[in-house]
């Protein structure tokens, strides 16, 4: 089993910015797709943005333009950059590791993110 830990979260003034991480336990030999995702209180949990093992991305449209996605193979991480920053961006963001072969992927604990003046 994956081990998937994410780190980063905190509290943000709106307009600032935050660096999530998402480390895993192992490297990933097979096609692969690592996503962020996020939850509000009463709300869904939402795909934020993805990146595959061949470098595509994807965002949702709320994000487009604001958070930018990543990895470092040699360090196991993937990362989302998240710049101006805004109210309803406050959530709990959550890590999916997911080799193709696999349906739902590996999840971490989540880190919240909380923008308020």
């Known amino acids: 089993q994956v081990q998937v830990v994410e780190s980063g979260g905190g509290l943000v003034q709106p307009g600032g910015s935050l660096r999530l991480s998402c480390a895993h336990s192992?490297?990933?030999?097979?096609?692969?797709?690592m996503g962020w995702y996020r939850q509000a209180p009463g709300k869904q949990r939402e795909l934020v943005s993805s990146?595959?093992?061949?470098?595509?991305?994807t965002y949702a449209d709320s994000v487009k333009g604001r958070f930018t996605i990543s990895r470092d193979n040699a360090k196991n991480t993937v990362y989302l950059q998240m710049n101006s920053l805004k109210p309803e961006d406050t959530a709990v963001y959550y890590c999916?590791?997911?080799?193709?072969?696999?349906?739902?992927?590996?999840w971490g604990q989540g880190t919240q993110v909380t923008v308020s003046s």
């Open positions: 999916n590791v997911r080799p193709v072969y696999l349906i739902n992927g590996y």
């Open positions: 192992g490297r990933i030999f097979s096609t692969y797709v």
């Open positions: 990146i595959t093992s061949g470098g595509t991305t």
